[in-house]
Nanobody, 122 residues
């Protein structure tokens, strides 16, 4: 089992940057594909980005492509989401998640963090 804890959220002005971190417990982190999702008030949780176990392949939602970068450090059991050129519509609670298979749906992921709030002011 993997426990995930996100950090790095906060309030930022439009055009600014934030880096989210997700620290995982356990010695099996490198066996999991990792993803970031977000959920805005009144909306469903949506896929943001994913990275494969070894970090070779990454995937992004069209809405964040070119602005967000997902990465991981298996030695530190941590996955990151670098968010640049932030927009007010990026405002949401951001969740990291772990899965035994690469996927873009919430049902593809087995383990979830508690979320971290990102608020982008205009």
């Amino acid at each position: 089992q993997v426990q995930l804890v996100e950090s790095g959220g906060g309030l930022v002005q439009a055009g600014g940057s934030l880096r989210l971190s997700c620290a995982a417990s356990g010695r099996t982190f490198s066996t999991y594909h990792m993803g970031w999702f977000r959920q805005a008030p009144g909306k469903e949780r949506e896929f943001v980005a994913a990275i494969t176990r070894g970090g070779v392949n990454t995937y992004y939602a069209d809405s964040v492509k070119g602005r967000f970068t997902i990465s991981r450090d298996n030695a530190k059991n941590t996955v990151y989401l670098q968010m640049n050129s932030l927009k007010p519509e990026d405002t949401a609670v951001y969740y990291c998640a772990g899965s035994r298979r690469v996927g873009w749906g919430t049902t593809d992921y087995d383990y979830w963090g508690q979320g971290t709030q990102v608020t982008v002011s205009s």
